[in-house]
């Protein structure tokens, strides 16, 4: 579709500006989401349904803000950051606990395809990792060599069978509305329904996300014959610019102009696309947390992927527990995709350095296939790598909130001012979260 195809404002061309989140929207349905809120479920039945609830409503406000900036400035957040952290160890330090964020993201969605191909056709966790891998590789070529649309087109049929897979038991064995309500009353029970908090907000509101987010709107409108920031920088570091160059918030002077799209109207279709997303990905995850304590708390076993799975086989029968694993199948696929695309723009944008796709891809996936390896419970490495993702929340979530509202960096279209409170309470409940975990983990209790 060209730009001046988008111009036209018809409902097809439209439809056009939609996708971004929706891939970035993965993020939030990858197997660390399944992982946790069947566990929730299984342990602690309806108690942790407000954690869904409000890590999707903070969720929406963080996406928006990432997409925003991509599309305003041209530019990723992790590019943003790599020139304005003018320190080098600063910037390294900073790129590595990004990039530890982005293996632990790699390790839960790994693992889960792993034991989807283990459930459905009894491959072993080993060769079920390197086929996720593989598939994943294949999936990133595509987006490298057929462009952002072809890619958004492939992930979200990917989202379609996650949403079957997952939603389709909560019709066949509904929750109790009574439990449903009472969940939604902000509450803890014990130490590991803190861990299990943790847990589903880091799966929730990852921060490769927020990374990877800013990176697929800058590069889904960037305008007609940029060149890729993938294959080469030259198109931002040419650009006619506005604002402080010296603080790295660049902003291309003609970018709607030569994108023929007033930038008001894709943010407009932006909040729609995050909308859409967040819709999809907050009801996926609440219908997987109310099938596990509709159906499987109390089940003894029930609290890994493969006990869930044997516990809906008996008690629901084999259609619901198979679309469950294709699900998760699915979701481990196209998860690893996108997970893998903002470790590259991770790397790029606060090194400035660009390694081969596969090379890359085959590092990022050696901890989870040593994992797999050493018989560590899937389940658990699962839960654990999204506390893991919890702690790095903050480091891409108060950066995004700062530049997002300074007018240097966006201009007219900065954060208001209710805007920038709610990303800095958001910031806020997630660290005093994290502190509570880690002071119950050093605690012991």
Request: net charge positive.
């Amino acid at each position: 579709m060209t730009t001046d195809a988008a111009r036209s404002g018809s409902v097809p061309r439209a439809a056009w500006l939609i996708g971004p989140a929706l891939v970035a929207g993965v993020a939030y349905l990858d197997p660390g989401n399944v992982a946790s809120n069947m566990t929730a479920g299984a342990v602690y039945g309806y108690l942790l349904v407000w954690v869904v609830v409000l890590g999707n409503v903070m969720a929406w406000l963080i996406q928006y803000l990432s997409a925003k900036l991509g599309i305003v400035t041209g530019r990723s957040l992790p590019e943003m950051l790599g020139d304005r952290i003018g320190n080098r160890w600063g910037r390294r330090a900073y790129w590595l606990q990004a990039e530890l964020v982005a293996m632990a993201t790699d390790i839960a969605e790994v693992i889960g395809g792993a034991v989807a191909l283990n459930l459905l056709f009894g491959v072993p966790l080993l060769w079920g990792g390197l086929i996720t891998g593989t598939v994943s590789i294949v999936l990133l070529l595509v987006q490298s060599r057929r462009g952002a649309k072809t890619f958004e087109f492939v992930v979200i049929g990917l989202v379609l069978i996650i949403a079957i897979g997952f939603t389709y038991g909560v019709f066949v064995a509904p929750p109790d509305p009574a439990g449903v309500a009472a969940g939604l009353v902000p509450r803890f029970e014990d130490s590991g329904s803190v861990l299990l908090a943790a847990s589903i907000l880091g799966a929730t509101i990852m921060p490769h996300a927020i990374y990877a987010h800013s990176a697929l709107a800058r590069d889904r409108f960037a305008p007609a014959g940029t060149p890729s920031p993938h294959r080469s920088r030259s198109a931002h570091r040419s650009a006619p610019t506005f604002g402080d160059e010296s603080q790295g918030a660049r902003i291309p002077a003609p970018l709607e102009e030569l994108r023929g799209i007033p930038t008001v109207r894709l943010l407009r279709a932006t909040k729609w696309d995050v909308t859409i997303a967040m819709l999809i990905a907050g009801t996926v995850n609440l219908c997987i947390l109310l099938l596990a304590a509709a159906n499987l708390a109390g089940v003894p076993g029930t609290d890994t992927l493969e006990g869930a799975y044997a516990a809906l086989d008996a008690g629901l029968g084999p259609a619901v527990a198979t679309l469950f694993a294709v699900g998760l199948l699915a979701s481990g696929l196209a998860s690893t995709s996108v997970g893998a695309y903002a470790g590259a723009e991770i790397m790029h944008g606060l090194l400035h350095v660009r390694i081969p796709l596969l090379a890359r891809r085959l590092v990022t996936l050696i901890p989870a296939l040593v994992i797999l390896a050493a018989g560590v419970d899937p389940t658990l490495a699962l839960v654990l790598s999204q506390v893991v993702l919890s702690f790095g929340i903050p480091f891409a979530l108060i950066p995004l909130v700062a530049l997002t509202a300074k007018a240097e960096v966006l201009g007219r279209f900065r954060n208001r001012v209710l805007t920038t409170a709610a990303g800095i309470a958001a910031s806020v409940f997630l660290i005093a979260l994290n502190a509570i975990l880690l002071w119950l983990v050093l605690t012991g209790s």
